[in-house]
């Protein structure tokens, strides 16, 4: 142990600043987040649903609460209830397994609730359609508010899709 602290004593700190990305992408963080506080008057609240997709889509979701999205910086947060979401951003064709599970979901959602699908195949059924196993698109299940198509789409684009939800319902 002795060794390493050693080490780390003659070699310094060997971590890169964080990088700056300018005032004109702070003010536009300010703008993101006045607006979301705006129309909410609090935190946007998000509920992510799996419906039965390949989990393609859930990476990039995930990819939005790493530091260079940095999502809850704009005052929108994952909840693990649907009874604390304002927003359901759900993922996949909804197979026939997940239907009930989707429903009480939604149900459980507060009014006024938001349904954005994320990913071509909550858009439209994807590859995968309607069959015995799927009832395809997420709009056949529950009415949807916003898709956001792709295959999957990045994360700058769910969380372009999530503010355009929100500014609908303002």
């Given at each position: 142990m002795w060794r390493i602290a050693k080490q780390i004593t003659k070699n310094g700190i060997r971590t890169e600043p964080a990088p700056y990305f300018g005032d004109a992408v702070q003010d536009e963080v300010g703008?993101?987040?006045?607006?979301v506080l705006d129309i909410l008057g609090r935190a946007l609240t998000i509920r992510m649903v799996d419906a039965?997709?390949?989990?393609?889509?859930?990476?990039?979701?995930?990819?939005?609460?790493?530091?260079?999205?940095?999502i809850e910086g704009l005052g929108i947060k994952f909840v693990a209830s649907p009874r604390h979401a304002d927003m359901l951003l759900v993922t996949g064709p909804v197979s026939r397994n997940m239907v009930t599970a989707l429903l009480r979901t939604f149900d459980a959602t507060p009014e006024p609730r938001l349904v954005v699908a994320v990913g071509d195949c909550g858009c439209d059924g994807g590859i995968f359609g309607e069959s015995y196993a799927s009832c395809g698109r997420v709009s056949n299940v529950i009415p949807v508010d916003l898709v956001v198509p792709g295959c999957p789409p990045p994360p700058i684009d769910i969380l372009r899709g999530i503010l355009a939800a929100v500014r609908r319902r303002a």
């Open positions: 703008r993101i987040q006045a607006n039965g997709s390949c989990n393609g889509c859930e990476l990039e979701i995930n990819a939005l609460s790493n530091p260079y999205y940095n």
